[in-house]
């Protein structure tokens, strides 16, 4: 008896150290050689996360509502836009100096961080924007051997003038070629890595455009499109649906003091951090510049807020409790270089237009073939007076008035009203749109234009007026084409 009772301890004194090695694989290391920078565009050495399939071990599926249920409504409204936001936010960092190639899409080695923070995914063709400051030494890099090509292009147009251009086409390309393969230009290499959700993986970007004075920067996600330059191939190019979710630009105006607001970021490295808060004041001014790129003014109508701000948030959104970007996180005042409960965005009013012009411009440059957007509606092609149509002497006159919406798309979803007969004969006027997310539409064909420029899954915002004048604002996300 006394040895089964031996062995029955035996047994257990095994299971708990079965169970304490399974339960036990989360760790920090904290030698010396983790201790990375801490500081807004530093990067530091991730943590150790135990495997995917002790995790799954250990994982138990329960449904929202059941988790949510002793929940406050101010509680539940913050859990649901960090469901709805969170998988796009984007960690952002770039790299400098010759990298291995990467695989399984990992950070490459062998190069040197130039800086790194959040940003965010406004488009399912893989555009993000972020702060100028984040990828500023990148955008410094690249702009200095563009600016190389370019004197090497400008030289040799000057040569031809002397000598036979095909003896200059040989040497512009020779000196190009023995540039860009020398060891000196690999160390001055600098190329931008985002990750879209935590669970994504790395992926390289190409700067857009920036535009400092707002401490704004719009990346793209590279695909195979983004490879070939060739003018030649732009009718074959298309946009590739990325990873991740995507946000939109909510109104920044209407922001009130004591409002709620959510941020999400990756602070310290550290993947898809929520921080609360509140608005603590509006209209404040904020200089953005750098010291190698002082602003020109200060940005207005900036955004005070308690949501704690540190290290790595920079370029991460600022969220109202609708789940709408309403600023771009930038900076602190602090003195200890961590959150000391002063933060700033800047406001998603003064960004909305320049992104999306930004946007637009560069997928007409790279001549694109989008995933354009479906809206779900007929237009009149003619405008309409007090008369009738085509009376542009009448007192009132409406231009791109909706004849008919689909059933279930997008359009009918957002309570557009398109023209219907009555019984007795008489026309009833619906809707017509007067502008596209701000922008002023006068014609079809403006209408039109502004439609083809927008991507399945994005968020617009549509003017519209009734027959009686009455003005009103919806919101609309846009379907995939039938």
Known sequence: MNDFRKLRMFLIYVSCLIVFECTSGFSISSSSSNRGALGFG??????????RSISKLNSVAVPISELEKDLTPSERSITSVVRKCGSAV???????????????????????????????????????????????????????????????????????????????????????DAFANSDELQQLSATVYVRINSDTQYKQCRIVNVMPDLDLAVLKIQDDSDDNNDDDSKSSKTTTTTEGGIVSFGCSSNLLVGQSVVAIGNPF???????????????????????????????????????????????????????????????IITTSGSNAGIGFAVPADQLKPVVEEIIRADRVAKGFKKDRGYLGISVLKQTIGDGGEGDKSATRVYCNVITSVDPGSPAEQAGLMP??????????????????????????????????????GEKISLTVQDWFGEKRVVYVTLGKRR
């Open 42 to 51: 530093m990067r530091i050495n991730h943590l150790h996360a135990p495997s």
């Open 90 to 176: 984007a960690y952002v960092e770039s790299v400098s100096g010759p990298t291995n190639t990467r695989k399984n899409g990992t950070l490459p080695s062998g190069g040197r961080s130039l800086g790194s923070g959040s940003g965010f995914q406004l488009s399912t063709d893989g555009y993000v924007c972020t702060n100028y400051h984040v990828i500023e030494r990148a955008y410094t890099i690249q702009q200095a051997l563009s600016n190389f090509n370019t004197i090497v292009d400008q030289i040799a147009g000057n040569a031809t003038l002397l000598f036979p251009e095909t003896i200059v086409n040989s040497i512009q390309s020779n000196l190009k």
């Open 269 to 331: 490295g550290l993947d898809k951090t929520v921080t609360t808060g509140v608005v603590s004041a509006v209209n404040r001014e904020f200089r953005a510049g750098t010291a190698r790129t002082p602003a020109n003014a200060p940005i207005r109508n900036c955004i005070q807020t308690d949501a704690a701000i540190n290290p790595g948030n920079s370029g991460g959104p600022l969220l109202n409790l609708k789940g709408e970007v309403v600023g771009i996180n930038t900076a």
């Open 419 to 456: 023209i219907k007969v009555r019984p007795n004969g008489t026309v009833e006027y619906g809707d017509c749109i007067l502008a596209v997310s701000g922008k002023e539409v006068s014609s079809l064909q403006e209408l039109q234009n502004e439609l083809d420029s927008r991507v399945r």
